[in-house]
């Protein structure tokens, strides 16, 4: 005999408590409120108890003897107005947003859509088609952190799945799995790579969109939410979510960081004309945006269907408490927030001073974890590259797009490139930020590969089912002579040397560089730059018993060692003129500094620049010819050695003289001036 009473109405969510379990939900226009149990296959409905209403438009209810493992849903009855965006209704079971836990399967069936006319589909059960939350217990994280600061930090950007699908060295039961990523395989690359934090693409639970099921795919990226709490079921081995601490834990232990990519912009319940499964059904004037005196239309500023409403404050409370969890509980060192600038938008536009940013900055928990943001939506002044503040980091696609135009052969572009190489200081330093406050990176998981910015001029995604119109247009990209795949020695050549050229200036560049998964071996994915509903080979990657022995596993070992050894490149602040330890120069092919009409001529596709480090008495310099022609140039004189060494190159050999170097075309170049006598840290 199950007994219930008034509950508290804080936490929110399901709590146990001595023999029982409190439930609290927010629910501010509901008539009624109840909380449904279910019997251990989720399949029966065992009690329907009516909720308690507290001021504020919170229900409650305790109910004993009831422990951690019973599953559970919500009901909220009250007005059903489309039109006034109200959507009560108590046929549809709802996932309580602050589940810890669920169980079962999400199906697509009309009976989620409630928008149908009274009388017909509105009237159906969805019970059955619907996974039920779980009351679960779990410790606070109690591991050791890395902590690593900004200035030393590498990402590498990954899925759960695509990472170790396909790793001989994992066991087949747990590829694919959070499990697989603290596998020694998995680590032990990682650790030779170089790389200091794991950022992990979407893993709060999600479904997948009708419309690709309908059609045999998935949403594999995972950008399509369903709670923010539960880490997704399909990457857990034995449906335990303690196995997500048990990574981190494992990580950590390595000294690898890990980052959380969340989606708090919108969630799964799509427009108007999209399913009920929880905050919909709760709330949906509170938690969503709608346009002024047009509460049955939807603003769509994610392309999603629905933009969560920051400017509410459960709304808000349910993101913090969210962000909160995880760092708490599940041990993650931080987050990269998709589209971000919707986060900060208020009804007026983005607000750098908005109540999402400001609570973010003061909470005792967050302020200590790293914050990445996508800075851009498609709403009105989506566009928000270097107006977050400090201590936000942000997604540069300025210097994506500028670094692959300058190997492309692109004209007039040097003025541009120097900016984004040294730090893009007109971005971040107006409002007193610095260069680590650039996320850099050449290719991303949205996009073309690495590999496939050298292999294809124009984007393949016919495998989508959208007559290849999805995914961007302006790729900034080249074939190197040939579209697609090629066993043309001169063509796979170039290739290469160009997915080097590409990195050497990654990785030595000012600001924080990433590279995504699988850039260390070549990773194709048919040139489809919008792979995210291909959960198949073309973004599995293909490893080998041991991935060291490809050349660009080692160039990037190389290229991170290198950047190791120069705090040039860990400098919190800009550097415009020679100052007491640190200066950058800007040369021509003479070795000489660049004079102001030179940065403007068209057709010049070289670049010299030597960074200074007086301290440690070492300097770099780096040559770059993005042209299809020979270049001879000269070396200005060593700050702090008889001659310069070659430390790295994207080509093989060439002809060097004692004070000149013939470059061959489209090279990079790196050479290192360092005082022998002096101890290095």
């Not at 695509?162 to 087949?172: F, I, Y």
């Not at 994506?400 to 007039?412: A, C, E, K, L, P």
Request: hydrophobic share 35%.
């Amino acid at each position: 005999m199950l007994n219930s009473r008034r509950g508290s109405c804080r936490p929110l969510g399901s709590t146990v408590i001595e023999d029982g379990v409190n439930f609290a939900v927010y629910a501010p226009e509901a008539k009624t409120v109840f909380l449904c149990l279910f019997d251990a296959s989720g399949h029966s409905e065992i009690a329907r108890i009516n909720m308690y209403l507290h001021e504020g438009g919170i229900w409650s209810v305790y109910v004993s003897p009831l422990k951690a493992g019973a599953l559970y849903g919500f009901r909220a009855d009250g007005e059903y107005h489309p039109q006034k965006g109200k959507l009560f209704n108590v046929n549809k079971l709802l996932l309580d947003p602050y589940a810890k836990d669920l169980q079962g399967e999400f199906t697509w069936s009309e009976r989620h859509f409630c928008h149908m006319p009274v009388g017909k589909l509105s009237h159906s059960d969805n019970a059955i088609d619907m996974p039920k939350s779980k009351v679960v217990t779990i410790e606070k994280y109690q591991g050791q952190r890395p902590n690593i600061p900004w200035s030393r930090t590498v990402i590498y950007e990954c899925h759960v799945k695509g990472a170790t699908a396909r790793h001989p060295e994992v066991l087949s039961a747990l590829r694919g799995k959070f499990t697989a990523l603290c596998e020694p395989a998995f680590i032990c690359h990682l650790k030779f790579l170089g790389v200091t934090t794991l950022e992990l693409l979407p893993v709060h639970a999600f479904v997948s969109e009708q419309f690709l099921t309908t059609k045999g795919l998935t949403n594999y990226w995972g950008y399509n939410t369903l709670s923010f709490f539960i880490p997704h079921k399909a990457y857990l081995c034995n449906a335990d979510i303690r196995e997500f601490q048990a990574m981190v834990s494992s990580l950590h232990q390595a000294g690898i960081e890990v980052i959380l990519d969340v989606v708090y912009n919108h969630t799964a319940e799509a427009g108007v004309d999209g399913p009920t499964l929880s905050l919909k059904g709760l709330s949906n004037q509170g938690y969503y945006r709608s346009v002024a005196g047009q509460p049955d239309v939807y603003i769509n500023d994610t392309g999603c269907g629905n933009t969560l409403n920051i400017d509410d404050p459960y709304a808000l409370g349910l993101v913090l408490d969210s962000l909160r969890y995880w760092v708490e509980v599940m041990g993650v060192d931080g987050f990269r927030f998709d589209l971000a600038t919707i986060l900060a938008r208020n009804s007026d536009g983005f607000n750098r001073y908005h109540a999402f940013l400001q609570a973010v900055i003061q909470d005792p928990i967050l302020q200590q974890v790293k914050l990445i943001a996508e800075p851009w939506d498609i709403g009105p002044g989506g566009y928000q590259l270097g107006a977050f503040p400090a201590p936000w980091r942000e997604w540069n696609d300025k210097y994506r797009d500028t670094v692959r135009r300058f190997w492309r052969g692109d004209h007039s572009v040097l003025p541009e490139l120097a900016k984004r190489i040294h730090g893009s200081h007109d971005l971040f330093e107006h409002n007193l930020r610095g260069p680590l406050s650039s996320i850099n990176f050449i290719t991303s998981h949205d996009g073309f590969t690495l590999a496939d910015w050298v292999s294809y001029e124009h984007k393949h995604n016919e495998a989508n089912g959208e007559q290849n119109l999805d995914g961007h247009g302006a790729n900034h990209s080249m074939n190197c002579g040939k579209e697609g795949f090629s066993t043309d020695p001169k063509v796979t050549s170039l290739r290469l040397k160009m997915q080097k050229n590409a990195l050497l200036t990654l990785f030595l560049s000012k600001g924080v560089p990433m590279i995504p998964s699988g850039s260390e071996f070549g990773h194709s994915q048919g040139g489809n730059n919008n792979a995210y509903c291909q959960d198949n080979r073309s973004n599995w990657l293909a490893w080998k018993s041991s991935q060291f022995n490809h050349s660009l596993t080692f160039f990037i070992k190389e290229l991170i060692n290198l950047r190791k050894q120069f705090d040039a490149f860990t400098h919190p602040f800009y550097i415009h003129t020679d100052d007491s330890r640190f200066s950058v120069h800007w040369l021509n092919e003479h070795g000489e500094p660049m004079q102001p009409q030179q940065w403007h001529e068209a057709n010049r596709q070289w670049l010299l620049y030597m960074l200074v480090d007086k301290q440690q008495q070492k300097a770099l310099l780096i040559m770059f010819n993005a042209g299809k022609d020979p270049l001879d140039m000269m070396f200005p004189a060593p700050p702090f050695s008889d001659q310069w060494q070659l430390a790295l190159t994207s080509c093989k050999s060439a002809d060097i003289i004692e004070h000149s170097i013939s470059i061959s075309p489209q090279s990079s170049w790196v050479f290192t001036s360092v005082n022998e006598g002096i101890t290095h840290g």
